[in-house]
């Protein structure tokens, strides 16, 4: 009898810490989408430029990736692109706002568990990352008839890997940063001079010296997943297990950087 009694106290426990994530996942969404001119830009970048490049060059041959239209190059780009603006940029941008105001502190200090603090942080950012991802997909296939990834589970497995490192990556820049009126300067230029190396707005020739130089970066190799996971180039398995290694490793090395750096309490 003691053992059920326990069975169903620590049953009644794990509900309770559900209820209690899902309960802050609210907040953290509300926070989000309440904030329009912020949601717009984050939601709303990758929509904009999807839509100008599809129309202006999307009926571009790229000779390098099998004769592939460019906006077929495009959708799992700024798929990509969605991932890690959720994770990194707006997240880092958030976390630093947040602390330098006092926020993070409060937080921590009330009856809350630091735990559902940051499950529910980290959710919030797969949600948003997610309705990205979902945007590009239905904006590719009904405006510009691209195809659905030939392998929707390696699609999945990459932004899993990029939503968990990017956001890794995310509270690791936040934790160098200094105050909240160089969180959107900083951590914009670094993400978009990123973008920039790693080729998103126009495919990188294969073994060029940019092509060489971004593979040191997760932004390029986080691109290469979801590209092959689009069979692009042509006849490419949909698997890109290097790249997710390597998208991963950042995200260990992010981590590290996290637990020994970061903090809740604005400097004074």
Known sequence: ???????????GHWLHDLRLVAHQVKYEQLAFWLNRVGAIFTVGFSVVFLVMLGASAGNQ????LGNIRLVQYYVPGFIAYGVMAAGFNTLAITLVVRRETGLLKRLRLS??????????????????????????????RLGYHVAFPSSWIALLLAVLVGIVSFSAMGVAISSVVPNQETAGPVTSIVFFVLLFLAGLWFPL????????????????????????SFQIP????PWAWHDLLVVALWG?????VSLRRYRWSPKH
């Open 234 to 237: 042509r006849s490419t398995s």
């Open 205 to 228: 020739p294969p073994g060029s010296g940019l092509a060489k130089f971004s593979n040191y970066l997760p932004v390029r190799h986080l691109m290469i997943a979801m590209d092959r």
């Open 111 to 140: 009856p809350l568990p630091t735990w559902v603090l940051i499950a529910s942080i980290f959710v919030s950012t797969s949600i948003v990352a997610l309705v990205q991802v979902l945007l590009m997909l239905v904006i590719g």
């Open 1 to 11: 009898m003691s053992s059920v009694a326990s069975e169903k106290s620590t049953r």
């Open 252 to 256: 260990v090395c992010a981590t590290l």
């Open 61 to 64: 041959l790229v000779a390098s």
